[in-house]
T-cell receptor, first 117, second 116 residues
Framework: GAGVSQTPSNKVTEKGKYVELRCDPI?????LYWYRQSLGQGPEFLIY????????DSGLPNDRFFAVRPEGSVSTLKIQRTERGDSAVYLC???????????????FGQGTRLTVV | AQKVTQAQTEISVVEKEDVTLDCVYE???????LFWYKQPPSGELVFLIR??????QNEISGRYSWNFQKSTSSFNFTITASQVVDSAVYFC?????????????FGKGMKLTVNP
């Protein structure tokens, strides 16, 4: 597709369950990012991939959160033992950057709204 | 540590008014990049502009203009002759260059409502 695609757009899950959120970046983009946005707040960084490897996972809040990008394109954010505090919009972005120079813009998907009840 | 502050949380104007959105940033990096994004009610973040720390030229794009001042660590955004379609949440963001991470640090956003 032309833009970053995220599925599902909405996910409601029960406390304690496991969820997977999927991100399909723009074709050819080597960098992929996950952010979390709570109501009334700016997006908070979670993890950044350069190709298949996680170049920076310093934003993951705890070990219940994990993300993979096995073939350097699609990425999955996995949350174990979900808690009500995990409820937020999870945003994925991608950019062309392959140099680490940081001078390229990131294009965002529409996000997955996760609600933990 | 890197930080972006958008002191205004919400502004309401009448169509055709000019409005300026403030952004102040903190970083120890000598090279960094500043961004503005728009988030309409649909939720998708839309890229508006990127500015490099070594280029302090102001920029104008249609009704939008940006004023970058390193001396005050500010990167303000002005919308001239605002329109109802400008109603959205606007985010200022910073990306440093130390450590190789390309993460964006966002401000809390400023909700702009343009009334007809």
């Amino acid at each position: 597709g032309a833009g970053v695609s995220q599925t599902p757009s909405n996910k409601v899950t029960e406390k304690g369950k496991y969820v997977e959120l999927r991100c399909d970046p723009i074709s050819g983009h080597t960098a992929l990012y996950w952010y979390r946005q709570s109501l009334g707040q700016g997006p908070e960084f979670l993890i950044y991939f350069q190709g298949t490897g996680a170049a920076d996972d310093s934003g993951l809040p705890n070990d219940r959160f994990f993300a993979v990008r096995p073939e350097g394109s699609v990425s999955t954010l996995k949350i174990q033992r979900t808690e009500r505090g995990d409820s937020a919009v999870y945003l994925c972005a991608s950019s062309i950057s392959g140099t680490g120079a940081g001078n390229t813009e990131a294009f965002f998907g529409q996000g997955t709204r996760l609600t933990v009840v | 540590a890197q930080k972006v502050t958008q002191a205004q949380t919400e502004i309401s104007v009448v169509e055709k008014e000019d409005v300026t959105l403030d952004c102040v940033y903190e970083t120890r990096d000598t090279t960094y990049y500043l961004f503005w994004y728009k988030q309409p009610p649909s939720g998708e973040l839309v890229f508006l502009i990127r500015r490099n720390s070594f280029d302090e030229q102001n920029e104008i794009s249609g009704r939008y203009s940006w004023n970058f001042q390193k001396s005050t660590s500010s990167f303000n955004f002005t919308i001239t002759a605002s329109q109802v379609v400008d109603s959205a949440v606007y985010f200022c963001a910073l990306r440093g260059t130390q450590g190789g991470s390309e993460k964006l640090v966002f401000g809390k956003g400023m909700k702009l409502t343009v009334n007809p």
